[in-house]
Nanobody, 118 residues
Framework: HVQLVESGGGSVQPGESLRLTCTFS?????MGWFRQLPGKDREGVAV???????KYADSVNGRFTISKGNKKTILLLEMHNLKPEDTGVYYC????????????????WGQGTQVTVS
């Protein structure tokens, strides 16, 4: 059973930066970050496949960067120029099959980490 653990959330002021880390117990073909903003459905933020190809939501493109850490089992999300509308719970997820896109059915999820921008 694949386990994911997120860390790095916190409270920052607008314009500041945060880095989220997700540690997978096993690497997955497709790994991504999602978020649930207050009162809204969970949405995709960024995904990366095993070849390093990435896709971003329009709302974060140019401000957020998804990458692998020094191990293939570590997924990072660098968030810059944070805005109050980025406030929410951020989740990492992984999927082994199918296309790597935010709309895919990800099979394993982390517990979430809170990001507050105010």
């Amino acid at each position: 059973h694949v386990q994911l653990v997120e860390s790095g959330g916190g409270s920052v002021q607008p314009g500041e930066s945060l880095r989220l880390t997700c540690t997978f117990s096993e690497t997955r073909y497709c790994m991504g970050w999602f978020r649930q903003l207050p009162g809204k459905d969970r949405e995709g933020v960024a995904v990366m496949d095993s070849l390093g190809r990435t896709k971003y939501a329009d709302s974060v493109n140019g401000r957020f960067t998804i990458s692998k850490g020094n191990k293939k089992t570590i997924l990072l999300l660098e968030m810059h120029n944070l805005k109050p509308e980025d406030t929410g719970v951020y989740y990492c997820a992984g999927e082994q099959y199918g296309g790597c896109r935010a709309s895919a059915a990800f099979g394993v999820w982390g517990q979430g980490t809170q990001v507050t921008v105010s």
